[in-house]
C-alpha cells in the first residue's frame, strides 16, 4: 500500500496500544513502525532497475523480519525511553503489530511480498484492494486525525480511534468479497463468450481478476492462452455480466535476443510468467508487466501498460533496462475511469 495508508494505519495502532500511557506520541511511534518494512527503498542505488523491484517488499516484509526485528526494537526504545515506564512487552507488542500489519496489507495487493524470505523468493499475492484507495485511507485518515486532535486519555479519543480501526477492517473485509464476487462473475463471462468459443484456451487454465486504480469497483481480469492473454473489464455497477474481452498478442519473438539477460530472467521472474513484449516506430522493445493492467484499457485495449520496461543496447551492446514513463493525461485517465465505474 502507499505510505500515507501505512502511516494511518501505525498511528491508529501505537494509540490502541500505547495510547494511555504516553499520549500522542504513540502514534508517531506507531507510525514508524508500520512504515520500517519500507525502508528498504533506501538500498535501491545499490541494485540495477531489475533487482530493486526484486529487493522491494523482500526480506523486510517477512515474517523473519517480523519476529527477529519487533522485539529486538521493543528492547532498545525501552532502554532509551526509561522514564516512560512503557514496559518491554509493550513496546515489542508495538513494534509487532506495526511490521505484521504492513507486510499482511501489502500482500493484498498484486505487487507481491516476501513473506518467506530468505527460504523462498515466492510472493504472496491476493490482489484484493488496489497500492492505493482512498475508499480504504481517507475514512480511515479522518477518523485517526480527530483521535489525534482530542484530549490525551479522553473517551472521544479512544471512540474515533477505534472507529478508524474498525471501519478500516469492515473495508478490508468488503474487498475480500467484492473479489469473490466479480471473480465469479468475470469469469463466468469468460468461459461463456470466449473460452468455449476459442479452442486455444483451455479448460482451467489461470484466470486472475484484480482491482483497477484508486477503487474497488472496477476490476480487470485477464487469462492466457498459447499467443497472448485475454484482458477484461467489469464493473459492479454495470447493468449486463456480458463482459467484453479482447485479446494483446504475447510477441514472445522479441524478447529472443535478450532471453538470456540476467535483468530479463528477473523481470520474468517478478512477473510470474505474466508478461507480453510490444515495440514501437523506432522498433525500440518493451517487457510490460500485464498483472498491473494498462492505463486506460477499460476505454482503450491499445493502452500503455504500467509496469513497462524498454529494452535497449548501450554502446558496449550490453542490455540496459529503462522503467518506462506512461504519456497520458492523468486528468482524461481519472475522468474515463470514473466513467467506467460508474458502468454500461
Known amino acids: 500500500m502507499d505510505s500515507l495508508t501505512h502511516l494511518v494505519l501505525g498511528a491508529a495502532i501505537g494509540e490502541a496500544v ?31 532497475n531489475a533487482q530493486q523491484l526484486m529487493v522491494h517488499r523482500g526480506i523486510t516484509h517477512s515474517f523473519l523480519f517480523v519476529v527477529v526485528m519487533a522485539p529486538l526494537l521493543g528492547w532498545l526504545f525501552s532502554k532509551w525511553f526509561k522514564k516512560s515506564e512503557v514496559s518491554w512487552k509493550s513496546w ?21 511480498t516476501g513473506w518467506f524470505e530468505p527460504f523462498s523468493s515466492y510472493r504472496v499475492v491476493f490482489n484484493t484492494i488496489f497500492v492505493a484507495d482512498p475508499f480504504y485511507t481517507l475514512p480511515f485518515l479522518i477518523c485517526v486525525l480527530i483521535a489525534l486532535i482530542a484530549k490525551n486519555g479522553s473517551t472521544k479519543r479512544l471512540k474515533w480511534n477505534k ?5 478500516s477492517t469492515l473495508y478490508l473485509v468488503f474487498t475480500v468479497v467484492n473479489k469473490w464476487h466479480v471473480h465469479g462473475t468475470m469469469q463466468e463471462s469468460f468461459k461463456k463468450n470466449v473460452q468455449s468459443a476459442n479452442a486455444s484456451v483451455p479448460e482451467g487454465v489461470k484466470f486472475v481478476t484484480t482491482p483497477t486504480p484508486l477503487n474497488n469497483f472496477l476490476w480487470m481480469a485477464y487469462s492466457p492462452d498459447s499467443s497472448g492473454y485475454w ?27 535478450y532471453i538470456n539477460d540476467p535483468q530479463v ?39 500503455a501498460f ?39
Open 18 to 48: 500505547l495510547g494511555k500511557k504516553i499520549g500522542r506520541k504513540a502514534m508517531l511511534w506507531g507510525a514508524i513502525a508500520d512504515t520500517i518494512p519500507d525502508f528498504d527503498v533506501f538500498a535501491s542505488p545499490c541494485f540495477s
Open 92 to 112: 515489542t507488542w508495538l513494534f509487532f503489530l506495526g511490521l505484521l500489519s504492513h507486510t499482511l496489507l501489502d500482500s493484498l495487493t498484486a505487487y507481491g
Open 163 to 167: 472507529a478508524g480501526l474498525i471501519i
Open 231 to 257: 484482458f477484461g473489464y467489469y464493473s459492479v455497477f454495470d447493468k449486463t455480466r456480458e463482459i467484453d474481452y479482447y485479446h494483446v498478442n504475447r510477441n514472445q519473438g522479441l524478447l529472443i535476443p
Open 265 to 303: 530472467k528477473i523481470l520474468k521472474q517478478f512477473s510470474k510468467g505474466d508478461y507480453c513484449m510490444t515495440t514501437n516506430d523506432n522498433n525500440d522493445v518493451y517487457f510490460n508487466d500485464i498483472r498491473f493492467g494498462q492505463m486506460g484499457g477499460w476505454d482503450k485495449p491499445d493502452s
Open 306 to 344: 504500467v509496469f513497462s520496461f524498454k529494452l535497449n543496447n548501450d554502446e558496449d551492446n550490453s542490455m540496459a533496462l529503462d522503467r518506462s514513463k506512461i504519456k497520458v493525461s492523468y486528468s482524461e485517465a481519472i475522468s474515463s475511469l470514473v466513467t467506467r465505474i460508474k458502468g454500461k
